[in-house]
């Protein structure tokens, strides 16, 4: 695999999660560095060698903005 999509959302809560598309993986941290450290994590845990593993992790940031009329 070369790469591996992200989707990044804020949490309600406070913080990031990130879900990947494609592969069952799911991953949260406080701040960005923190998610980045997570998804390396979650990776190499999801991937049983490190040859399957993507080459290239693409975060893909998702703001939901609301505004009344």
Request: proline share 3%.
């Given at each position: 695999?070369?790469?591996?999509?992200?989707?990044?959302?804020?949490?309600?809560?406070?913080?990031?999660?990130?879900?990947?598309?494609?592969?069952?993986?799911?991953?949260?941290g406080?701040?960005?560095?923190?998610?980045?450290?997570?998804?390396?994590?979650?990776i190499?845990?999801?991937?049983?060698?490190?040859?399957?593993?993507?080459?290239?992790?693409?975060?893909?940031?998702?703001?939901?903005?609301?505004?009344?009329?």
């Amino acid at each position: 695999m070369s790469e591996l999509i992200f989707v990044v959302e804020e949490d309600i809560e406070g913080g990031y999660t990130a879900r990947a598309l494609g592969e069952n993986i799911f991953t949260q941290g406080d701040t960005i560095d923190e998610l980045k450290e997570m998804i390396r994590d979650a990776i190499e845990c999801h991937f049983d060698s490190p040859d399957l593993a993507p080459k290239l992790i693409r975060l893909h940031f998702v703001k939901d903005e609301v505004f009344a009329l």
